[in-house]
T-cell receptor, first 114, second 108 residues
Framework: ETGVTQSPTHLIKTRGQQVTLRCSSQSGHNTVSWYQQALGQGPQFIFQ???????GRGNFPPRFSGLQFPNYSSELNVNALELDDSALYLC?????????????FGPGTRLTVL | KNEVEQSPQNLTAQEGEFITINCSYSVGISALHWLQQHPGGGIVSLFMLSSGKKKHGRLIATINIQEKHSSLHITASHPRDSAVYIC??????????FGQGTRLTINP
């Protein structure tokens, strides 16, 4: 049991809508990373939050945004949804932003955009 | 060419066989992770390596930094080992770069 939880587990939206996905990190972890995994592909890094600040970003447009709260839980927001945003969204928590600290993954939120 | 390449993409074997999954990467890394993903999506971290070899139960992971290559071995494979195995490399403090995964099926 990793202790990382995500909600909701499944979500269906239509093109142009906005969505918010949530992640609760493992107790004591102050860093949350978000990943997008398209069907049949490996996950792609979206961004990372460390102590409530964005701490690195992958190749995703600004309509992908995030927040981290004082309790280190996090949200991923996606505006103006597109069909290609359909994917499994994974969050992972770790103790800090340092390289060698292991990340613990949540179960994911599967987003379908129609 | 992807920064992280795994082989094979798909592997089917019989229960009890020795399994090897390979991962090659083309960039400098600070660590390499082996992850397991079951149907439904949840990812479990199996190993994090920066050098040498690690063993946990029937799983063994090795890394050769000079050759930019890592292998994951499963001894005495079992149907419950059926999953997608993903290699991911850590570049800097923030970013994990993932391979495309190897789908392993172990038949009884």
């Amino acid at each position: 049991e990793t202790g990382v939880t995500q909600s909701p587990t499944h979500l269906i939206k239509t093109r142009g809508q906005q969505v918010t996905l949530r992640c609760s990190s493992q107790s004591g972890h102050n860093t949350v990373s978000w990943y997008q995994q398209a069907l049949g592909q490996g996950p792609q890094f979206i961004f990372q939050y460390y102590r409530e600040e964005e701490n690195g970003r992958g190749n995703f447009p600004p309509r992908f945004s995030g927040l981290q709260f004082p309790n280190y839980s996090s949200e991923l927001n996606v505006n103006a949804l597109e069909l290609d945003d359909s994917a499994l969204y994974l969050c992972a928590s770790s103790l800090s932003g340092r390289a060698l600290n292991e990340q613990f993954f949540g179960p994911g939120t599967r987003l379908t955009v129609l | 060419k992807n920064e992280v390449e795994q082989s094979p993409q798909n592997l089917t074997a019989q229960e009890g066989e020795f399994i090897t999954i390979n991962c090659s990467y083309s960039v400098g890394i600070s660590a390499l992770h082996w992850l397991q993903q079951h149907p439904g999506g949840g990812i479990v971290s199996l190993f994090m390596l920066s050098s040498g070899k690690k063993k946990h139960g029937r799983l063994i992971a090795t890394i050769n930094i000079q050759e930019k290559h890592s292998s994951l071995h499963i001894t005495a494979s079992h149907p419950r080992d059926s999953a997608v195995y993903i290699c991911a490399v850590r570049r800097g403090a923030q970013k994990l770069v993932f391979g495309q995964g190897t789908r392993l099926t172990i038949n009884p």
